[in-house]
T-cell receptor, first 111, second 112 residues
Framework: DAKTTQPPSMDCAEGRAANLPCNHS???????VYWYRQIHSQGPQYIIH???NNETNEMASLIITEDRKSSTLILPHATLRDTAVYYC????????????FGSGTRLLVRP | SQTIHQWPATLVQPVGSPLSLECTVE??????LYWYRQAAGRGLQLLFY??????ISSEVPQNLSASRPQDRQFILSSKKLLLSDSGFYLC???????????FGSGTRLTVV
């Protein structure tokens, strides 16, 4: 079962920041938080991951709370092409490195 | 650079027919390999994963099987397809040093 909880849908205006929340209250100390997105009919695309510190790359920023029980993915300037299903995943750190996907958040970016 | 190839892109098969989907990875050695399925309007379900040649772990009981005959080849099979096997099948790879998965472009299977 997925270890994360996300709102089923969100929307934001084009050009504005999109803030996608995720709860992972049962996360273990060595488990990472990963974010992926899936645009319709395509394979999921890796966005970012982190352990305890905030992370930023060319796509997004990841803010993880101090107790690590929740996180927020931030798309600083959403575009129409960011419309997708966004998955927050806690990655198991055994040899399998499995990713168990939940239901995700369907983000709609409005013109 | 690393690439992942998955084929065919679409497939229509009759109920009771066999299935073989192939996934190959280039540019990396000893990757972990994964098969996922996404039913229409649903999330991604992990079906199988492999940490090495000949090593297959099944996540859910089903009508499918997987094999890894070579380090960078992962095959999903079925002897007799069911209607419920329809879906979008995705192969992915990962290296043990962390980082993200890379997914293939997927195979859309329709069982009729």
């Amino acid at each position: 079962d997925a270890k994360t909880t996300q709102p089923p849908s969100m929307d934001c205006a084009e050009g504005r920041a999109a803030n996608l929340p995720c709860n992972h209250s049962t996360i273990s100390g060595n488990e990472y938080v990963y974010w992926y997105r899936q645009i319709h009919s395509q394979g999921p695309q890796y966005i970012i991951h982190g352990l305890k510190n905030n992370e930023t790359n060319e796509m997004a920023s990841l803010i993880i709370t101090e107790d690590r029980k929740s996180s927020t993915l931030i798309l600083p300037h959403a575009t129409l092409r960011d419309t997708a299903v966004y998955y927050c995943i806690v990655r198991e750190m055994d040899s399998s490195y499995k990713l168990i996907f939940g239901s995700g958040t369907r983000l709609l970016v409005r013109p | 650079s690393q690439t992942i190839h998955q084929w065919p892109a679409t497939l229509v098969q009759p109920v009771g027919s066999p299935l073989s989907l192939e996934c190959t990875v280039e540019g990396t050695s000893n990757p972990n390999l994964y098969w996922y399925r996404q039913a229409a309007g649903r999330g991604l379900q992990l079906l199988f994963y492999s940490v090495g040649i000949g090593q297959i772990s099944s996540e859910v009981p089903q009508n499918l099987s997987a094999s890894r005959p070579q380090d960078r080849q992962f095959i999903l099979s079925s002897k007799k397809l069911l209607l419920s096997d329809s879906g979008f099948y995705l192969c992915a790879w990962s290296v043990l040093s962390g980082g993200g998965y890379t997914f293939g472009s997927g195979t859309r299977l329709t069982v009729v």
